[in-house]
């Protein structure tokens, strides 16, 4: 006697970006489960599916947004009542990845604490982890599990090309994000440049960017960044490039985090076009003129088709997601 296995695909939502879910779900023509998600009264979170998920192909959609501990425990929670309502496979899906700026020790006596993160995520019973351009690809080696690393260039490159922008020049803001610079710079034919930037010693937050490499003067600048946080880095190189003679000096980063006092600066910076993903919800509060908000759902859906069907996830983005 023989049996073909059914299989089936679950897609779950935490509750820090359920619009994104929603708009994943519509691209992959499924149902969002249902995690019925509550908390008591001293605010410990509690899930039960609202229907059965055994045998299910489980995927586990938060992104760690602020409060982050609240939405990471919520992720793990998600997890482990999935893996106990006996889930063939469960794949978190983290469109941000908190904590991934701590993937190393840059002084004595700090947590590496990506890696604890990582470790969480395992122990909660994720047998897969699906995210969007980490801070460090490092963190990758960081599983013990599968882990498949998306990029949003795709999306951000493809919005360039439609603006049709003469004499552009790529640049990065810092020397770390040269290479992904590079990248877009190869895939737009345009030229590249750096900004030589460093951060006080002892300080959070601050940044002093010093020089400019590369031909910028009457050209429309675009910085290319993993994320926006407080804004220091991309508004001091703004500053840098414009006074170097940039025409326009636009920057497109994929997670918008915007803690204050970001969204003033950037209005108030050199800036004249910030473009973002919805990796992160960004309140109608936080939205300002400049502000461009780009779609990763069709990435992610795509990806997760692929997990599903056990193709490659690396053929979505030509090989270019692995670092």
Not at 42 to 69: A, L
Request: glycine letters at 6%; charged letters at 25%; proline letters at 4%.
């Amino acid at each position: 006697m023989e049996f073909t296995p059914r299989r089936r695909l679950a897609l779950v939502s935490g509750r820090s970006h359920p619009e994104l879910a929603r708009e994943i779900a519509d691209k992959l023509g499924v149902e969002l489960g249902e995690a019925n998600l509550r908390e008591f009264a001293n605010g410990e979170i509690h899930c039960r599916y609202g229907s059965s998920i055994r045998g299910s192909d489980v995927f586990i959609v938060q992104t760690h947004c602020g409060p982050v501990n609240d939405s990471l425990m919520e992720h793990l929670i998600m997890i482990d009542a999935a893996k106990r309502a006996s889930a063939k496979r469960i794949t978190a899906v983290c469109p941000y990845y908190g904590y991934s700026r701590q993937d190393r020790k840059a002084t004595g006596r700090e947590p590496i604490t990506a890696k604890l993160v990582a470790d969480m995520l395992s122990v909660a019973g994720a047998d897969r982890v699906v995210s969007v351009d980490l801070h460090s690809g490092q963190i990758q080696g960081f599983f013990d599990v599968p882990f498949d690393h998306l990029t949003a260039a795709p999306v951000l490159v493809d919005y360039l090309r439609r603006q049709d922008v003469p004499d552009l020049v790529v640049v990065a803001p810092d020397a770390g994000r040269v290479k992904v610079a590079e990248r877009f710079s190869q895939h737009l034919s345009a030229d590249l440049a750096l900004v030589h930037k460093t951060r006080p010693r002892g300080k959070v937050n601050a940044v002093e960017a010093r020089e400019v490499v590369g031909d910028v003067e009457g050209r429309t600048c675009v910085l290319i960044d993993d994320m926006i946080d407080t804004a220091g880095t991309i508004v001091a190189a703004a500053e840098l490039l414009a006074d170097r003679g940039a025409a326009e000096v636009w920057c497109m980063a994929t997670h918008a985090v915007l803690s204050d006092p970001a969204v003033d600066r950037l209005k108030n910076s050199a800036l004249t076009k910030v473009v973002v993903t919805n990796t992160l919800p960004i309140p109608p509060e936080r939205h300002f003129d400049k502000l461009e908000i780009l779609s990763v759902a069709e990435l992610i859906s795509d990806a997760i088709d692929a997990v599903f069907e056990d193709t490659s996830v690396s053929e979505i983005f030509g090989g270019e997601n692995l670092a």
